[in-house]
């Protein structure tokens, strides 16, 4: 297994977590992550390598997945400056138009180059779904790449040491006992963070959702009416926004905004809470009535989605507090 620590931007206290548990590979997309993981484990460069960033690749990553055959070349010409060898993964595009040689074409010619190259290894194929076009691993869908490892083996009599077949949207065929011939590599980030696969989005037994978390405070309470009054225009984005008409609301003004996160991909704890738009620096929600449920400086808490996740861990405003549970 791939530990995809992208989307919690590779901070220590939870890169500590994977060495302890000693997973197979540390990946993320970003080499500034990557430079700042100390580990013995192989690390992972996720993303295709930038033609401008060969040289920083080599000497911060033990492998990177790769496409193009003249930042191959590249990588082989880098690490031979720097006395190194450098694996990579060939990625194969199956359909989701990602990245990847689209699989109808010809490999044979890349893979010939690559094995002559002195100071890259050929570790394997790979291939990603789900990421752009949604497309969902399947049988059928990961048959292309399992001929295309079978003609490579067979075609150069060697035997490839990794098939990475995916992401966090393969488990679903695990879950029902589906294992696709020859595939032995998984990255996997969504699942460990969120404790759900991402194909259907549905929760994995014995994983946790609300690993992550998120606290806003109350800044301002006020009972006013749902719709805005006045010529509409556009608001701070530009946007034309629409308003429904639901009558006086305890409208809620929260101490997070548009620059940290998008209020679409939180989920409320509280289920009667409704979000119901975002600026800036503040989101607007409304809150039960009852009871005198909430009041100024109550905080809200939120499980997140990996998008959610991705931009609070990224954005400098938001504090991160890390609690160590045995």
């Known amino acids: 297994m791939m530990a995809v620590t992208k989307v919690f931007c590779a901070v220590k206290p939870l890169t500590d977590v994977l060495r302890e548990e000693k997973v197979d590979f540390i990946a993320d997309s970003r080499l500034a992550n990557l430079e700042k993981v100390s580990t013995n484990i192989e690390k992972v460069l996720l993303r295709l390598v930038s033609l401008h960033e060969v040289d920083r690749t080599v000497n911060v990553a033990d492998m990177s997945l790769n496409s193009e055959i003249e930042v191959i070349r590249a990588l082989d010409h880098a690490a031979s400056y720097y006395g190194k060898r450098h694996s990579i993964i060939l990625m194969i595009d199956i359909g989701d138009l990602r990245e990847g040689i689209f699989y109808k074409e010809r490999v044979h010619d890349i893979v010939s180059e690559v094995l002559k190259m002195k100071n890259i290894i050929l570790r394997g194929i790979g291939t990603n779904l789900t990421c752009f076009g949604a497309i969902i691993p399947t049988e059928q869908t990961l048959k292309k790449l399992i001929d295309i490892t079978t003609d490579i083996e067979e075609s150069f009599q060697m035997e490839l040491e990794i098939i990475s077949g995916g992401n966090s ?3 679903h065929l695990l879950d029902r006992d589906i294992h696709i011939e020859k595939v032995n590599n998984l990255r996997i980030g969504e699942a ?21 978390t998120l606290e806003a405070d109350i800044i301002e309470l006020k009972r006013k009416p749902s719709l805005p009054e006045g010529e509409p225009g556009m608001d701070a984005f530009g946007k034309r926004p629409e308003f429904t008409d639901l009558g006086v609301l305890n409208r809620a003004i929260l101490g997070i905004g548009k620059q940290d996160v998008d ?4 989920i409320p704890f509280d289920k009667n809470i409704r979000l119901l738009g975002s600026s800036s620096d503040h989101i607007i929600a409304s809150v039960p009535f009852e009871n005198g449920n909430y ?30 549970t045995i």
């Open 263 to 266: 209020f679409y991909e939180l």
């Open 295 to 324: 009041k100024i400086g109550d905080v809200l808490k939120f499980k997140l989605t990996y998008g959610s996740l991705l931009s609070l861990m990224t954005s400098e405003y938001v504090e991160k507090v890390y609690v160590k």
């Open 169 to 171: 949207s393969h488990l």
């Open 192 to 212: 460990l963070a969120l404790g759900r696969e991402t194909a259907f989005g549905n929760k994995i037994d014995e994983l946790y959702d609300d690993v992550f």
